[in-house]
């Protein structure tokens, strides 16, 4: 993990989910994926829009060519958790449908320009983005 989400998480944690660095506020989430080769336990700070009763969370990669570890952790083992303000809440991602895809790029460029930025730093990949949904107590 990077060192800068290293510190946005200790301000995430210390500040009960808000992070002033970056102007996030509220708008982060703590994703807790199980690695997909090494089956250690991953947390990655990532933006996440509510969204019909779950978030919506996107694996732009600040537009690198290649998709972020969380993202192929979660496509391996769809089952996660996510720190929401000072609650941790049980989730399931998967991709959303292509058809409601444009909808909900949307949602992400009205509450940051930049991810059209990443998406035309990232070289013709296609920023996925994944619906992470509540699932009960296993």
Not at 101 to 114: I, L, Q
């Amino acid at each position: 993990m990077s060192g800068f989400n290293d510190r946005i998480i200790a301000e995430f944690r210390a500040g009960g989910g808000v992070v002033e660095t970056a102007g996030f506020g509220s708008s982060l989430v703590l994703l807790h994926t199980v690695g997909a080769r090494t089956g250690v336990e991953r947390v990655s700070p990532v933006l996440a829009i509510p969204d019909d009763g779950g978030w919506l969370v996107i694996a732009s990669a600040a537009g690198s060519p290649s998709h972020p570890a969380w993202y192929f952790n979660l496509r391996a083992n769809p089952d996660a958790s996510i720190e929401v303000g000072t609650e941790t809440v049980l989730v399931s991602g998967a991709d959303v449908d292509p058809a409601e895809y444009e909808t909900h790029w949307a949602k992400f460029t009205d509450r940051s320009p930049g991810f059209d930025e990443y998406k035309s730093r990232a070289g013709g990949r296609v920023l996925p983005i994944v619906r992470l949904t509540v699932r009960g107590e296993s």
